[in-house]
């Protein structure tokens, strides 16, 4: 009874908490733009606008959430494994700073490169079953298919069923070579980004949400813009079943998809994309900000009027 008092009032629990509540904010608050995404990236659908108005009309609105399940029953203990993997490797690959002051920019980008590289574990999975469930619809030949029903449990049973363990992990090698860069962009440019909005911040964590919600939102832009064309294959990839398998690998889907569409179809879904990140990523950093300043500071969440 007494693990939980005693984990919070670690470093680590308050890290691992406070990424929590950050991972949580960013899958409410941007998961229709990511289905609108995954819908371009997969299929010469249309613009944004389109797939939307056509979503919207013959499924419901409904089904701009298709699929959340399974990215927000593993997000919590997913986004909070970053949030601390990051604050541990951020140290780890720079130990001549001293703990009392801000890891360094080049422990910063290593510490992302890495986490980024080992949560793939974690989001390889859950992504496979999301992209299915998000195209369920489209995929599906008879509106009136029994699996239109299954949620992300019955997916990825099913996946295990036909395709194996290695069906479930389709994807993962694409997965790590667009997260560990991307995850490396990611947090360096947050905190280059806070520094220069609010120089000194960094060290005495007294800026105020705006600054934290531009510098998240401008970080998971940059992140997303540097490995977009690695998301597209990704898709691709994980969108296909065993039965519909289009692409032998990433070299195969990269050629095939440039052949048939153009080199375009790599940045397709970009605006979306973007737009969602700097959506999500804004509400990400500010509730683990938020969050782990409340838990440092019992509640008090100090700014630079002492007011959010």
Sequence with gaps: MDFWPEFLASSWGREFVAGGFGGIAGIISGY?????R???QSSNSGSAFRILKNMVKNEGPSSLYRGMGAPLASVTIQNAIVF???AIMSRAFDTSVPLSEPPSYKGVALGGFSTGAIQSLILAPVELVKIRLQLRSSNNTRPGQADRHMGPIDVARSILRREGLRGIYRGFTITVLRDAPAHGVYFWS???MREQFHPGC??????NVRTMLVAGGLAGVSSWVCCYPLDVVKTRLQAQTQSSQKYSGIIDCFRKSVEAEGYGVLWRGLGTAVSRAFVVNGAVFSAYEIALRCLFSNGNIQTEKNTI
């Design 84 to 86: 601390q993997m990051y």
């Design 38 to 40: 995954i819908h371009q």
């Design 32 to 36: 229709p733009l990511d289905t609108l």
């Design 190 to 192: 947050y905190e280059y």
């Design 202 to 207: 960094r060290k005495n964590s007294q800026e």
